[in-house]
């Protein structure tokens, strides 16, 4: 069955110095039980750093967005294949971030996802509704759509997805989904993938839940079960704090 999966995004933080604090620091907290899986998407330019510090450890890196684009003249863009080579696992595609700040549609997070698959990675699909859409009861409405441009381009490769339900209200804000909330929206997921592409594939794709994650919440968020584990933002920029959570009931 699936295992749990906690995924730290560093987003835009970090530095020479304190990475090696945190990756150390990290790789000594953390032996990984059967079934539990630890990655962190750290900044690009610290992917090398990453790959140092985590080589030889159960601790999987990855980069928090990839280009859709293969190569060639897309200056300040960075390939799926690039990242590849310094040993990531997974991508970020899709984070409600790119999406709000840098204009990245549903299109362009599928050809995302389908770049990051090519290159021999896992993406971690975000996505997730803003306030004004989950008052306006659109949630389902919002997170299929972002997800379907998604399975539409990976077709059969769906299993090899991780989707991520990060509601854009909770991220950052230190508001989280309840697990009630948050497992309704899991379901919902899973439920249509069930539909369309059957039992093996829903129950093989792990969908986890990011959104003000911390060590005081995460155990109710993922004893639901269809909750698979949490994309920590804040929380896992704190070797202790993300130690915690990684410890949690992530089993
Ligand atoms: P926070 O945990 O800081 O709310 O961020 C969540 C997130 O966006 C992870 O990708």
């Given amino acids: 069955m699936r295992g749990k999966l906690v995924v730290g995004n560093w987003k835009m933080n970090g530095g020479l110095r304190q990475n090696d604090a945190l990756l150390g620091d990290l790789r ?4 990984a039980p059967p079934g539990r899986q630890l990655a962190v998407c750290v900044p690009y330019p610290y992917l090398w750093q990453a790959q140092a510090a985590l080589s030889g450890s159960a601790i999987a890196w990855g980069a928090q ?3 859709e684009h293969a190569g060639g003249a897309f200056t300040g863009e960075v390939s799926a294949a690039m990242v590849a080579e310094f040993g990531c696992r997974y991508a970020i595609v899709g984070h409600s971030e790119r999406r709000a700040l840098f204009g990245e549609a549903d299109a362009a997070v599928a050809a995302k996802a389908v770049a990051a698959l090519a290159a ?5 699909v975000c996505v997730g509704e803003t306030l004004g859409e989950r ?3 659109a949630t389902e409405t919002v997170v299929l759509r972002q997800l ?12 090899a997805l991780v989707v991520a339900y990060e509601p854009v209200w909770a991220i950052g804000t230190g508001r989280t989904a309840t697990p009630e909330q ?9 439920g249509a993938i069930l539909e ?6 829903a129950d093989a794709v792990r969908i986890i839940y990011g ?8 155990d109710s968020l993922v004893s639901k079960p269809d909750i698979d584990g949490a994309l920590v933002g804040g929380a896992s920029l704190k070797a202790d704090s993300f130690a915690r959570i990684v410890r949690a009931r992530t089993r």
């Fill in 65 to 67: 967005s990839v280009s």
């Fill in 148 to 159: 379907d441009a998604v399975i539409a381009a990976v077709a059969m490769q769906l299993a």
């Fill in 182 to 190: 948050a497992e309704a929206v899991h379901g919902a997921i899973r």
């Fill in 120 to 124: 021999g990675m896992t993406p971690i």
């Fill in 196 to 201: 369309r592409y059957g039992r093996d594939r």
């Fill in 211 to 218: 959104g003000s994650v911390n060590d005081e919440n995460v």
């Fill in 135 to 137: 008052e306006a009861g």
């Fill in 28 to 31: 000594a907290a953390w032996t």
